[in-house]
């Protein structure tokens, strides 16, 4: 059974970096799948930031194109979210998963708060 | 991008009642069309993907139906533990899109 597990940050400071990484088990990285990061603001809906291939091919959210990264990390069998410049509005539960719902593997999420 | 709207924002039921639950798309996603289940400190579980095709263990209260632009999620006698929030994906284009989420709660 796949699993995936979220560890953050907890807390950033404004305009620093938020960085959050998901270890995938029961399952290779390497397989074809897309991995994707969602978010949820308290008290909101839920947000697509992108996602990632095992190759590091990338699709971003327009809406946070400039300030987003993913990377996949093969030897950990983990993929990563880097997002800059971060203000309040980027706090969030961050949640991993797998882009399509046909596998529909999600993560419980890790909430990162920014503030100073 | 694709916007998704999610109709009603909350719907009040009462248990073994039907909750119908209605998703729009701002243009065709023809059948790329999920629904999720949320509910506090959870993860989101895919419910229904391809518009129709209930997820691996979703119980057969549970359907979807539509294509194109209109999409509804049915949940015939409501137990307790369907009260949560429900979203509706497009993963027609991307960026993939929800819908703003319905809360249905209990009456």
């Known amino acids: 059974q796949v699993q995936l597990q979220e560890s953050g940050p907890g807390l950033v400071k404004p305009s620093g970096t938020l960085s959050v990484t998901c270890a995938v088990s029961?399952?290779?990285?390497?397989?074809?799948?897309?991995w994707s990061w969602v978010r949820q603001p308290p008290g909101k809906g839920l947000e697509w930031i992108g996602e990632v291939y095992h190759t590091g091919t990338t699709n971003y959210n327009p809406s946070l194109k400039s300030r987003v990264s993913m990377s996949v990390d093969k030897s950990k069998n983990q993929f990563s979210l880097r997002l800059t410049s971060v203000s309040a509005a980027d706090t969030a539960v961050y949640y991993c998963?797998?882009?399509?719902?046909?596998?529909?593997?999600w993560g419980r999420g890790t909430l990162v708060t920014v503030s100073s | 991008e694709i916007v998704m709207t999610q109709s009603p924002a909350t719907l009040s039921v009462s248990p073994g009642e039907t909750a119908t639950l209605s998703c729009r798309a701002s243009?065709?996603?023809?059948?790329?069309l999920a629904w999720y289940q949320h509910k506090p400190g959870q993860a989101p579980r895919v419910l229904i993907y391809?518009?129709?095709t209930r997820a691996t263990g979703i119980p057969a209260r549970f359907s979807g139906s539509g294509s194109g632009t209109e999409f509804t999620l049915t949940i015939t006698s409501l137990q307790s533990e369907d009260f949560a929030v429900y979203y509706c994906q497009q993963y027609s284009n991307w960026p993939l899109t929800f819908g703003g989420g319905a809360k249905v709660e209990i009456k």
């Open positions: 029961g399952d290779s990285i390497n397989n074809s799948i897309w």
């Open positions: 243009q065709s996603v023809n059948s790329h």
């Open positions: 998963a797998t882009s399509l719902p046909t596998t529909g593997y």
């Open positions: 391809h518009a129709s």
